[in-house]
């Protein structure tokens, strides 16, 4: 039971270069997020996806898309990186109903030069 | 929206004392987490308390929802105690489960 995956764990890229986040879970989770991270911050979400075949912005979803392929993964993709997109990205599930706890992935540190 | 604020900012103990951290949020909240963040960035869940006393080992955490604060109780604290903690609430009504988080409360241990 590996709860939250996330990959990769690091990444670099040139302004102007696109990329894919990916996020996986096994806990039968119906919603998944994803939050971003900047130095001396709390996390700020950027898009989720309530359940299977939706999906809505969140705090910070500028310069970003997702897409919810089934009900284990969520995918973050960014079209033309930005030096402002340079963060650490979390992803997250939870159930909706009921006990809504969420569990984390263990980060991606994104930086962008 | 809900604000979450935490305190102290920072928080530096020497090994072996206890401390106290706090998360004052503005509304009514249906859930409400804490968090250590590790030095290697991993967040670790330490408790689902939207209301009431959870205690695991020398941590404890008490919410009085009604007067919307959260305590995080640390006894005895170690090195490995270091990083930051975060107090998370989905406010009732809330956006589809959306966490909001404090700033987080950096806890230094020395030895």
């Known amino acids: 039971n590996a709860g939250v995956t996330q990959t990769p764990k690091f990444q670099v890229l040139k302004t102007g270069q696109s990329m894919t986040l990916q996020c996986a879970q096994d806990?039968?989770?119906?919603?998944m997020y994803w939050y971003r991270q900047d130095p001396g911050m709390g996390l700020r979400l950027i898009y989720y996806?309530?359940?299977?075949?939706?999906?809505d912005k969140g705090e910070v979803p500028n310069g970003y898309n997702v897409s919810r392929l089934n009900k284990r993964e969520f995918s973050l993709r960014l079209e033309s990186a930005a030096p402002s997109q340079t963060s650490v990205y979390f992803c997250a599930s939870t159930f909706l109903d009921g006990n809504t706890e969420a569990f984390f992935g263990q980060g991606t540190r994104l930086t962008v030069v | 929206g809900i604000q979450v604020e935490q305190s102290p900012p920072d928080l530096i103990l020497q090994e072996g004392a206890n401390s106290t951290l706090r998360c004052n949020f503005s509304d009514s909240v249906n859930n409400l987490q804490w968090f250590h963040q590790n030095p290697w960035g991993q967040l670790i869940n330490l408790f689902y308390i939207p209301s009431g006393t959870k205690q695991n080992g020398r941590l404890s955490a008490t919410t009085v929802a009604t007067e919307r604060y959260s305590l995080l109780y640390i006894s005895s604290s170690q090195t490995t105690d270091s990083g930051v903690y975060f107090c998370?609430?989905?406010?009732?009504?809330?956006?589809?489960?959306?966490?909001?988080f404090g700033k987080g409360t950096k806890l230094s241990v020395k030895p």
């Open positions: 806990m039968n989770h119906n919603s």
């Open positions: 996806s309530a359940s299977e075949g939706t999906t």
């Open positions: 998370a609430v989905i406010a009732n009504g809330g956006s589809q489960g959306n966490l909001i």
